[in-house]
């Protein structure tokens, strides 16, 4: 059952399974790789481009969905999971993909939607056809209901993540489906066993067998709702409708239903599994997902980091909120700390599909050299964090947000377009100008233009003649591939440094305990990795990170100290200046790493 590749649970190196030390890599097929120059990214353009994940150090490939969709949230809405989008290629290009991948020593994962299909699924299509058809209820209908003037109305006040409400009407049968996201992306009913059976077998058996291995599952919480489907407090006295993650988010079922998936597919292939968890910034409730004894997941994304500077989730998502250096450092130990102690594991990633980029949010791209420098830091940042690393396409040649001057035309994003509208709509110009504002700095679009592969038209992604689907990036005849590849004080060539670094000293930084320090210094960011057992606290390895999150030059600690040895026995380990530069201070965007373990030249 399942490829060969599944059953090898121990890494390269050591005696844990092969995930948690891995480099995963996010592929968005859209903006990856075109090669028949219709303008979208295919399967071929992302198998042209292995070696290059290959050298760059990445251990799996994670695709985005490739299934047949109609689009209406770039393929998160499924209408057939087990037939390929056709812009992308076909089934034998997946099976092409699996075996390249794992000819190098690499695996993939795919995209698992199945908190929701399309409405052009076969399933939807027959459940909304009566009320007594089969599969009525593998979706979740509910009658309409009325106000004190008889005007219908949908069965609770929910609002939904790409705004307006989370029940569309049905004429057919005179009765609302349930969408948390678009109307097109009508909610599976997961509480009906022939469902779940269904799901296991055409969505994720199916690929198994194919040999890919494992998933990342989006909105993977979201599978138990809590059943009395009442309304939600008001939260937002200016809207009739209200944000209700709380209704659909965490429900009673939702830990029977992931052990029983795991216990059902993912454990009898060794198929790894990464959950998207979001609405759930609590230890204590996202621990039970991953404890390695209970059999749900092996990992999942929490939100609270990558989140920073988003508004209200829900109608004030683009209402972009200023953050400090501190509130960044505290979420990201809060997270690195949870699973101490527990049989749980975590994720590190600082980037996705779903979010600006990272250089223009958490770094600077005020010049080309604060570009460059504090790209550089934040893969310091991120290469020496506890956790299995996933890397978003671009990331590692410091891809930035699209530029400011572009106009609300180059935003395609279902979300970006529907939060933009209603702003217009409600005719309040401070209101679309904050829209505008957080758009800018937060869209997901940002993340999905045409990765930059070099200075040829088109960035090199598409050909020349060709009209990519998005907008190539005004940026790309300096922020690409070719320029960096074997520049020293390229970000690529840092990444790639960092990553070989990253599981050299696996122990200190995918495995070590995090321990955050002067954590409300407003610029400068140290944490502690240690590493965990050995014979006592004196020998343990410890790295030490010093990061400089400003533009000005700032005094370094106490290196020695900071590290528990004597002067001599604290060595620079890595920095992203190359060489130490001022003992004593850092520069500009600078990072460096100390530790007190012997350096192999
Ligand atoms: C989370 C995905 O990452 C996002 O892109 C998508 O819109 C929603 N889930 C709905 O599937």
Redesign the pocket.
Known sequence: MGSPQNTILVDRHGQEPWWKAATFYQVYPASFKDSNGDGWGDLPGLISKLDYLDDLGVDCVWVCPIFESPQA??G?DVSDYRKIHAPYGTLADVDTLVRECHARQMKVILDL?V??TSIEHQWFKESRSSKDNPKRSWYIWKPPRFDEHGNRQPPTNWRG?FAGSTWAWDETTSEYYLHL?APE?PDLNWDNPECRAAIYQETMRFWLDRGVDGFRI??VNKFSKHADYTDAPISDPNSSLQPAPEMWCNGPRIHEFIHEMNREVLAPYSAVSVG?LSNTPDPQSVLPYVSAKRQELDMVFEFSAIRLGNGNLFGGKYSYQPFTLPTLKAMTSKWQRFIDGTDGWTTVFCE???NGRAVSRFGDTSTHEFWRRSAKTLALWQTTMTGSLFLYQGQEIGMTNMPAAWGIEEYKDI?AVNFYNEAVASGDQARIDKTKHGLSILA?DHSRIPFQWSEEPNAGFCSGEASPWMRVHDDCGTINVEAQTGDPESILEFYRGMLKLRKKHRNVFVFGRHVLLEPEDEHVWIYLKEEQGGDGASTRKRALVVMNFSREERPLLDVAAALGCEGEAARFLVGTDGVESKISSLKGWEGRIYCNFEVAV
């Open positions: 949230d770039m998160y939607v908190n929701h993540y996201y992306q989006d909105t998207e996705n599909h779903d979300e997901r």
